[in-house]
């Protein structure tokens, strides 16, 4: 296939449309254009086109379930609900056998990953971290443990005095096989500021991955926008990551985060549009033409929009889940999980074809 350019199409538009199609990379002014015109079409067709050409018409989901072993945090990120101090009417902290108590409860036979985040919790040691890996791993070594963010990886550094890389070892020797994307928020200190996020900052969250990818790991990453930040801001957080990618080619997928507000009675005005939503996956798929995969995040655009999304350049919705907690403490108001053959219907309603992954991408089964 091949974008639509008409006469409708700008000139600027036109010249973008030309340097995808013959595989010149997109720069910063480029990415700002398209987050400014209101040729949302164009933009659209041109994701998809780019899609299609790493991915046919296949759009992957996991089973898996999402677990959180404590929500007491040190840190106080401005668009947090999540989060507990120690003491605090709600917090928890919950042992390894506790977490295996919970997963029991809910767990079926298909989970093939357990996506693993949590608070910055100063109150257990660094151990406590390591132990609770060990213990999924013991007892359901078949499932691969997706575990913590950058920015947790990062404050156990600090509250083990273990280097980046050494505390990736030890975690690695539980059963970690990869990272979350989770902690990147905007790829901005000054974002970082404004928004009160003293955890990692934005060398540092970089460093994690690169050091993670140099030991042999695949890992996510994502981008919480819909805040404070410019557009300028969102494209120079994908150029960061792009250069990562050339580096190490260790990141599997782009995770744009839709920002939810903190209450679910929150009005529409609170909420990003679909329209940004839209834009944003399809600016993401142009920007990082070296990462397979962009993903269309039900949680936070809901299914209806993410079955758009897949005409916008995503391949990816993510997973079964179970229960999320993170998003839907800041107000979110899709379903907390949806099973496998919900998510096999939402891909095929799309016109695509449902392809169950493992945590790395390979293919499971694919749903002609």
Request: proline share 2%; with cysteine.
């Given at each position: 296939?091949?974008?639509?350019?008409?006469?409708f199409t700008?000139r600027?538009?036109?010249?973008?449309?030309?340097k995808?199609?013959?595989?010149?990379?997109?720069?910063?002014?480029?990415?700002?254009?398209?987050?400014?015109?209101?040729d949302?079409?164009?933009?659209?067709?041109?994701?998809?086109?780019?899609?299609?050409?790493?991915?046919?018409?296949k759009?992957?989901?996991?089973?898996n379930?999402?677990?959180y072993?404590?929500?007491?945090?040190?840190?106080r990120?401005?668009?947090?609900?999540?989060r507990k101090?120690?003491?605090?009417?709600?917090?928890?902290?919950?042992?390894?056998?506790?977490?295996?108590d919970?997963?029991?409860?809910?767990?079926?036979?298909?989970?093939?990953?357990?996506?693993?985040?949590g608070g910055?919790?100063?109150h257990?040691?660094?151990?406590?971290?390591?132990d609770?890996?060990?213990?999924?791993?013991?007892k359901?070594p078949?499932?691969?443990?997706?575990?913590y963010?950058?920015?947790?990886?990062?404050?156990?550094?600090?509250?083990?005095?273990?280097?980046?890389?050494?505390v990736?070892?030890?975690?690695q020797?539980?059963?970690?096989?990869s990272?979350?994307g989770?902690?990147?928020?905007?790829?901005?200190?000054?974002?970082?500021?404004?928004?009160?996020?003293?955890?990692?900052?934005?060398?540092?969250?970089?460093e994690?991955?690169?050091?993670?990818?140099?030991l042999g790991?695949?890992?996510?990453?994502?981008?919480?926008y819909?805040?404070?930040?410019?557009?300028?801001d969102r494209?120079?957080?994908?150029?960061?990551?792009?250069?990562?990618?050339?580096?190490?080619n260790?990141?599997?997928?782009?995770?744009?985060?839709s920002?939810?507000?903190?209450s679910?009675?929150?009005?529409i005005?609170?909420?990003?549009?679909?329209?940004?939503?839209?834009?944003t996956?399809?600016?993401?798929?142009?920007?990082?033409?070296?990462?397979?995969?962009?993903?269309?995040?039900?949680?936070?655009?809901?299914?209806?929009?993410?079955?758009?999304?897949?005409?916008?350049?995503?391949?990816?919705?993510?997973g079964?889940?179970?229960r999320?907690?993170?998003?839907?403490?800041a107000?979110?108001?899709?379903?907390a999980g949806?099973?496998?053959?919900e998510?096999i219907?939402?891909?095929?309603?799309?016109?695509?074809?449902?392809v169950?992954r493992d945590?790395?991408?390979?293919?499971?089964?694919?749903?002609?």
């Open positions: 296939m091949s974008t639509l350019v008409t006469p700008d600027r538009m036109a010249e973008i449309v030309e995808v199609q013959n595989g010149i990379r997109l720069n910063l002014e480029d990415g700002i254009y398209l987050y400014e015109t209101d949302i079409l164009t933009l659209g067709q041109l994701a998809n086109e780019a899609n299609l050409r790493k991915n046919g018409k759009v992957y989901f996991i089973e379930m999402s677990l072993f404590t929500n007491v945090c040190e840190a990120c401005a668009f947090c609900n999540f101090d120690q003491g605090e009417e709600g917090s928890y902290t919950l042992s390894g056998q506790e977490m295996i919970y997963v029991e409860q809910h767990i079926h036979p298909g989970v093939r990953e357990f996506h693993i985040v910055h919790n100063n257990v040691p660094f151990q406590y971290y390591v609770s890996l060990k213990a999924l791993n013991e359901y078949n499932v691969t443990l997706k575990a963010t950058a920015a947790e990886i990062d404050f156990f550094t600090r509250i083990s005095g273990l280097s980046i890389k050494e990736l070892q030890e975690l020797k539980a059963g970690l096989q990272l979350t989770g902690g990147a928020e905007i790829l901005s200190d000054e974002y970082r500021k404004k928004m009160h996020v003293t955890k990692a900052n934005v060398d540092r969250y970089l994690v991955h690169r050091t993670a990818h140099n790991m695949k890992t996510h990453t994502t981008m919480l819909g805040s404070v930040e410019t557009y300028q494209i120079e957080h994908m150029l960061q990551i792009r250069e990562l990618q050339d580096e190490t260790g990141f599997m997928v782009f995770i744009p985060l920002m939810q507000p903190k679910k009675n929150a009005n005005m609170r909420r990003n549009s679909a329209y940004e939503d839209l834009k996956i399809a600016i993401s798929r142009l920007m990082l033409d070296n990462i397979d995969h962009v993903k269309a995040y039900f949680i936070n655009i809901g299914p209806q929009l993410t079955q758009v999304a897949l005409t916008f350049g995503a391949s990816d919705v993510h079964t889940i179970v999320e907690q993170i998003s839907h403490a107000g979110a108001l899709t379903p949806l099973t496998r053959k998510l219907w939402l891909i095929k309603g799309a016109g695509r074809i449902p169950e945590t790395f991408y390979n293919e499971i089964e694919v749903f002609e």
